[in-house]
């Protein structure tokens, strides 16, 4: 049995399903009524806890033979108390309890270890092996998944088997994050295109992710290190802004944005949120502005050649269909 956390997410579900196609029996934790509903239409069964509570992870999971670990605050504007209590103190719990089962641990970590400035690098030259940048204090998120991170692999020197698996930027169909705010944009009229709109982003689908945790489980070739699960197939601004097109009733025109002066910008609207919320994580737009101007600078050979990663996603109907999804969920 795989227990899966963060299993009523973005890529939680995602891999409830591949797990289920692979007929994986599996136990998602959850926090609430609803999301047992919605992880036993997976075909998971359901767990109640929460990661950051020590007795959550006192139960006897029987027959457990593995862990994926996806369960993590993104951008929710909450103190760092809390982004440490769920993604530094919920890893480790889970990967002590891996280590106690004497099972394996998939983490679902995240690029953004390597600092927000890698974004700058050129195309594809980012490896596992890149020298960390600096992360500001006030990016909870990226402080909390390389502490994660750090956690993991502590444990991996005392016998857990481990891998972390970096995507960056995740769509899919369960999108609450990237894909909402763009097509809340758009029915306003305008998109905002920084830089040329033909650039390659950072940006991988929930399936793709998934397919690397299934991936990471079978070959059993990967613990003990890290892989970046990027790039999948390329997708420019231009295509986010197509598929967006198809499920807006309205024109929708792109207003030109130059990279440096929306890099200040958003710096100076990160400063402003700081203020008004001095113990509030402000997001990263900064990182949003990066991501939208293009440039994938994250290698994913390694889980290609290591793990045997073979993502199947067709970003030009996929984008559409989460778009949909995301479109129809809203008018529910």
Known sequence: MILVTGGTGLVGQEILRHLADAGVPMTALVRSAEGETLVRGLGAEAARGVVEDAATWQQPFTGLSGI???AAIV????SWDRFEAVNVQGTRFAADTALEHGVPLVHISSVAVYGRRAADDEPYSITEEYHRGRIEERDYYARSKRLAEQAVFDRAA???QVCALRPCVVYGPGDRLLLPSLLRLAR???LPKIGSGTVPMALVHATSVAQAALAAIRSGRGWGR????????????NDLFQ?????VERPVRTVPVPAGPALVLARAAEFGLRIAGPRRYPGSLQGAVRFLRGGDPYNADAAREVLGWRPTVNHRTALVEAFQAIAAREAA
């Not at 890290?226 to 601004?237: K, L, Q, S």
């Not at 598929?243 to 499920?247: D, F, N, P, Y």
């Open 158 to 160: 005392h016998g857990l």
């Open 68 to 70: 994926v670990h996806a």
């Open 75 to 78: 951008a929710e504007p909450v």
């Open 226 to 237: 890290a892989f970046n699960v990027t790039g999948d197939a390329p997708v420019t601004a």
């Open 188 to 190: 306003r009229g305008w």
């Open 243 to 247: 598929a967006v097109q198809t499920v």
